[in-house]
């Protein structure tokens, strides 16, 4: 592969731009390296996941743009994004290892707005009979 693939990533009120080219595994937040954007194990393992079902880890650098959400929102967004930038590179050899693993699925829950009049989405204010 000489050419870079991107594809984008969403989870919550995430959105990451992934650019995954053939490489050495670097990985390049924001213009941050992956370690120093998500400090959490569990967060740098989320992101590696794809690269770890396909048997691909160490072969393709990865830049990536990321902004909304939270660190978990975001790290999740980073998977989806990866996970479709490699069925892009060889849709043959990662697609059924990854649709398995269920990370090209988009997991679509979101937060539920606040209705005026009470306090929280569901939440109501304490009834008072008297």
């Known amino acids: 592969m000489e050419k870079t693939v991107n594809a984008l990533g969403r989870r919550k009120s995430a959105v990451a731009r ?3 080219a053939a490489g050495t595994g670097k990985m390049t937040i924001n213009g941050r390296d992956l370690s120093e954007y998500f400090a959490e194990d569990t967060l740098k393992y989320i992101v590696n996941q794809p690269f770890e079902v ?3 880890a160490g072969q393709f650098d990865v830049k990536a ?3 909304g959400g939270g660190v978990k929102g975001q790290a999740e967004a980073l ?3 990866i996970a479709r930038a490699l069925c892009e590179v060889d849709k043959e ?3 059924s290892a990854l649709k398995a693993a269920g990370f090209l699925t988009r997991d679509a829950r979101e ?3 606040k209705k ?3 306090p929280g989405a569901r939440r109501r204010f304490q009834f008072s009979k008297r």
């Open 93 to 95: 050899a990662y697609r």
């Open 116 to 118: 005026p009049g009470q």
């Open 54 to 56: 396909t048997g691909t």
């Open 65 to 67: 743009t990321i902004d």
């Open 18 to 20: 992934v650019y995954v």
């Open 79 to 81: 998977r989806l994004g």
């Open 111 to 113: 937060v539920e707005r």
